[in-house]
């Protein structure tokens, strides 16, 4: 696996420039930049919410007195709905600083900064202390990591006992052809992704129960079928505001991820388990 620093250096570049803030403020719609749960007629961004809506839902315990820790926080649109909605306090672990500004301004216009702290940071190295939080969340995160056994033990030293973890990521699967995600590992700079067979044994060795695994691998292939087709459809309009390099480079990528999902390449869902 390639050295982490230099994984999570090609993530923060990439999420710190301009190409990409605009990028996904205008497709995505700057709040939850992940996969989507989709129905007909849904957008990107009620899609994308729909995830953290199931992903709410499947937790044992998420309330007022809940502390959560969400890594790779994006611009922290999960965390703005987990504090309304329930009331709970969420710090924010995110490597690009210019989605962290976005995530703050974010939180002041919703009226929750008081239940919002956002870190500039690594999942690799959390700046939290040991057992600090109830719940750690994460949403399509983990693959930027050239660490990722790392992340596994940081999330083990920051929960407390009883505590729950829910992620999804897009990952291969445990027997793949990595000619065919070749593609996809070279979008990313990495030499693989994570599959479920790692997460089960590696939460299985430090001692987490698993509570549920809801694979939904269709969704990814809508999802970035759906971002695709919207750059197509909008090429004009955006090419303004990001640069065409940009813009091929991602309809390319998106691409891969489509061809990879289709040869069974590859498997996504909302994993759970617990301390």
């Known amino acids: 696996m390639k050295n982490r620093n230099a994984a999570e250096s090609v993530a923060e570049n990439y999420y710190d420039s301009s190409d990409a803030d605009i990028f996904y403020e ?3 719609g700057g709040e939850d930049i992940h996969i989507g749960l989709y129905e007909s007629g849904l957008s990107i961004f009620e899609a994308s919410r729909k995830t953290v809506e199931l992903m709410a839902t499947t937790l044992i315990t998420l309330d007022e007195n809940s502390r959560v820790l969400d890594l790779g926080a994006g611009y922290g649109g999960a965390a703005r709905y987990l504090a309304e909605k329930y009331g709970c306090q969420v710090t924010c672990l995110n490597l690009s600083e210019t989605q962290n500004e976005r995530n703050r ?3 002041k216009e919703h009226n929750l900064a008081h ?3 956002v ?3 690594s999942f690799e190295n959390v700046p939290c202390d040991n057992g600090s939080f109830d719940i750690v969340w994460s949403q399509d995160a983990f693959l930027h990591s050239g660490d990722r056994p790392q992340i596994l033990q940081e999330i083990d030293r920051v929960l407390t006992t009883g505590g729950e973890i829910i992620f999804t990521d897009p990952m291969q699967i445990d027997f793949c052809d990595t000619d065919a995600l070749q ?3 070279d ?3 990495l030499e693989s992704l994570s599959s479920p067979g790692f997460y089960q044994a590696y939460f299985g060795k430090l001692g987490f129960k698993a509570l549920s695994s809801n694979i939904l691998t269709d969704q990814l292939g809508v999802h970035y079928s759906a971002v695709r087709q919207q750059i197509l459809d909008r090429y004009e309009e955006l090419v303004v505001d990001i640069s065409p390099a940009y813009l091929n480079k991602m309809i390319t990528g998106l691409q891969s991820w489509i061809n990879a999902k289709e040869a069974e390449q590859l498997v996504w869902g909302v994993l759970h ?3």
Do not use: E, F, Q, T
Request: proline residues 5%; without cysteine.
């Open 273 to 275: 388990y617990k301390r």
């Open 26 to 28: 205008r497709v995505w």
């Open 187 to 189: 979008r990313l700079d």
């Open 119 to 121: 870190l500039h940071g």
């Open 105 to 107: 301004l974010l939180n």
């Open 115 to 117: 239940k919002i702290s």
């Open 183 to 185: 593609p996809v590992y």
